[in-house]
Structures are given as C-alpha cells and as structure tokens.
C-alpha cells in the first residue's frame, strides 16, 4: 500500500507478518480501505492447477430444510485434482462467483461434493433450492485457497459452524485415508438438532478411528429435540475441554462472525499464533472484484 489507511481485517499471521504489516503490504482477499488508498499491485502468474470446468448436476439431495446436498460429475475422463480444504468458485451467468468447498476427499474425484445451506434472499442459494435440477450444466474453477491440514504429529481441533462441517469432512476423510494417527477433535456447532445434517457420519467415524472424536454443541435446543449433550456456544465447549490449548493446531470453518468471536478467546487459553487456521465465509449482497471466500454461506 502506497498511501492510505486500511483495516488489515481478520488473517493468518502465517499469511501476513508482523513485519510486512509494518511496510505497508496487506491481504485484498480480507482488508478493508478506511478512505481512499493508493496500492501496488505485485502480479504473480496463477497457479496451473486453477482452471474452468463444465460439469452436470447427477444428484440432489435434502439434508435439512436448508441444505441441499449436491453432487457435480465433469465429463467422462475428467478429474480434478484438489486438496482436503480447498473450495471450487461457481461461475453465474454474470461472472460472479459463489464459492463452496469440496465436502469430498481428494482421493473420491470422480464426483464433487457440495453442501450447501439456503440464505434468505441468496441469489445463488434460492436457484438450487427452486430451480436447479439434475443434469443441469454447473460452471466453476478451481481448486482454490491454500486450507489444509499443516504437516505435524499436533492434536487437531477441528471447529466447525453449520456447513462449515464441508470442508472438515473432507479433511477428516482425508487424514483417514492417508493413516493419520494424530488425535482429532471435531467441535460442530449449531443451533438445534436438526442443524446437525449428517450426524450418523462422524459418530461413525468416532466408532471407526480410536484418534477421532467428535462433540456436537447446541446452542438453543428445542424442547423437542430432548437433547442431553453439550449446549452453549461451540468454543466454550472447548475451553471447558481444554485448558491449555498449546501444543495444538485449530482450524476453524465457518462464518467471519463466528471466527473472529472464538479465536481470541482461544488464544487467551493457550492457542498459538501461527496454529490457528480459518476458512470464514462471508455472504455475498453486491458483486464485488475481490470477495472473501464464501463456502456453503454464499448468496
């Protein structure tokens, strides 16, 4: 940044250091200009693997009230190759993009995964909710963003909130099948019940994998719902789990809102800069040159 002030925003300081902070450079992808700015852009070629495909819709499927299950094939012969985390940008008529993760792992290719919830008014959202059928063409590119599991032998704490659970079950699917011995923690938060889409999954990955556990939270049970486990919010669950969180790596999905609320907290428990890893969505209301990664919260 040549002159100007900006709010460098929510970042991982393994993204962005103390001192590049200092001379100037910022993350487009998460800051924002407090007045008029003046900026160098520094270009890079893309990365080769990023492309645009075409593929159909082969499967729909309802999980909940508000998210839909989607299953995407490209044509005979094609795969795309991707790692546990990233995301793929839906290409709509206009351009715009509305990005959602890969809820598959890397070693199932044959067919994309998504999961995605419904938001009110969402232009996206609405249309696969209303309008989207199979056999219907989907375009995208991708893989994209660089969220993944760091190599280590630390404890993960996998937080997810609501469809933030897409791109945790491809991870977690993926340290399976790559023999993964380190302890794993998934924390899924949501409000009631219901919101827990695929719960049958990760109580049989907690049978299946003795490293594996898994802790549902509620935080507004219905009376319905008769539930007997954790309640509150998710990363108060974890403070009471953990008291000291160093020595761990936490990779939080979900939405800005609720990342910027627990990281703190977190740290504040012994979580360690540079161990704390976010893919917050945000959600979509105009087009825009730069957007945040949207996952299954996009509009």
Avoid at 26 to 48: F, H, K, N, Q, W
Avoid at 178 to 191: A, C, D, F, Q, S
Avoid at 272 to 290: K, V
Wanted: proline residues 6%; charged residues 20%.
């Amino acid at each position: 940044m040549l002159s100007g002030n900006v709010d460098p925003g929510l970042y991982q300081p393994s993204a962005l250091s103390t001192e590049e902070l200092a001379a100037g450079k910022v993350l487009l992808c998460c800051a924002t200009a407090l007045g008029d700015v003046e900026i160098e852009y520094e270009s890079a070629a893309a990365p080769s693997a990023v492309r645009e495909y075409s593929a159909r819709v082969v499967n729909m499927e309802k999980l909940t009230h508000d998210v839909m299950r989607v299953m995407l094939k490209l044509p005979h012969g094609q795969q795309i190759s991707f790692k546990a985390g990233q995301y793929i940008n839906i290409i709509l008529d206009d351009g715009q993009r509305r990005a959602f993760s890969f809820a598959n792992p890397p070693h199932l290719p044959d067919l994309i995964e998504l999961q995605i919830r419904l938001m009110p008014g969402g232009r996206y959202t609405t249309h696969v909710f209303e309008h989207m059928k199979e056999d219907d063409a989907v375009q995208f590119e991708g893989p994209l963003g660089d969220f993944s599991l760091r190599e280590s032998e630390r404890p993960i704490v996998f937080v997810a909130g609501a469809t933030g659970f897409a791109p945790v079950k491809s991870m977690v699917e993926d340290a399976f099948h790559r023999g993964l011995k380190r302890p794993i923690y998934l924390y899924w938060g949501v409000r009631q019940l219901a919101d827990l889409y695929l719960p049958d999954l990760p109580q049989r990955w907690a049978r299946d994998h003795a490293n594996f556990h898994f802790i549902p939270v509620l935080s507004d049970a219905a009376p319905d719902d008769h539930w007997t486990g954790r309640t509150g919010l998710v990363h108060e669950a974890i403070l009471e789990d953990f008291p000291d969180l160093g020595g761990h790596e936490i990779y939080a999905c979900g939405s800005v809102k609720m990342v910027e609320a627990i990281f703190p907290t977190l740290k504040s428990q012994g979580a360690e800069e540079g161990m704390c890893f976010s893919d917050a969505f945000t959600i979509s209301a105009r087009s825009m040159a730069f957007q945040p990664k949207q996952q299954a919260g996009g509009k």
